[in-house]
């Protein structure tokens, strides 16, 4: 049985056009096959977005990446001349560097 998808009335099969509304019923099909199809275009929609966010997110993630390198070079330096470093710096680390490096950093007691 076919149905408008339109209206949502009850169609004869052999219908080219909705009785109620005047819609065409040639891309109208048995209902199930109607949901497969609508289903099927929901998924690829949603891998479409998180697919998109993925990217942006890994566009974000290059900013980071560019603090991580001056950051890194900043600590070997301070280090060779037998500097301290502040409480700030070891809390971004955390954040921006490295997790466990941050927190080996507050642990360290020798600066
Ligand atoms: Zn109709």
């Known amino acids: 049985m076919k149905y408008c998808t339109k209206c949502g ?8 056009f909705c009785p109620s509304c005047g ?3 040639r891309v109208t099909s048995v209902q199930s096959g109607a949901t497969n199809t609508r289903n099927e275009s929901g998924l690829e929609l949603a891998i479409r ?3 998109i ?6 566009a974000f ?3 980071p990446l560019i603090w991580r390198i001056p950051m890194t070079m900043w600590y070997f330096d301070k280090k060779k001349n037998n500097e301290s470093v502040s409480l700030t710096f070891k809390i971004c680390s955390i954040f921006f560097l490295d997790l466990i490096a941050g927190i080996l950093m507050l642990i ?3 600066n």
């Open 61 to 63: 993630a290059i900013i």
């Open 9 to 16: 009335k009850e169609l004869a099969d052999e219908a080219q």
């Open 23 to 25: 819609t065409p019923t």
């Open 108 to 110: 360290d007691d020798g």
């Open 49 to 51: 977005i998180l697919l």
């Open 53 to 58: 966010i993925s990217c942006v997110l890994g």
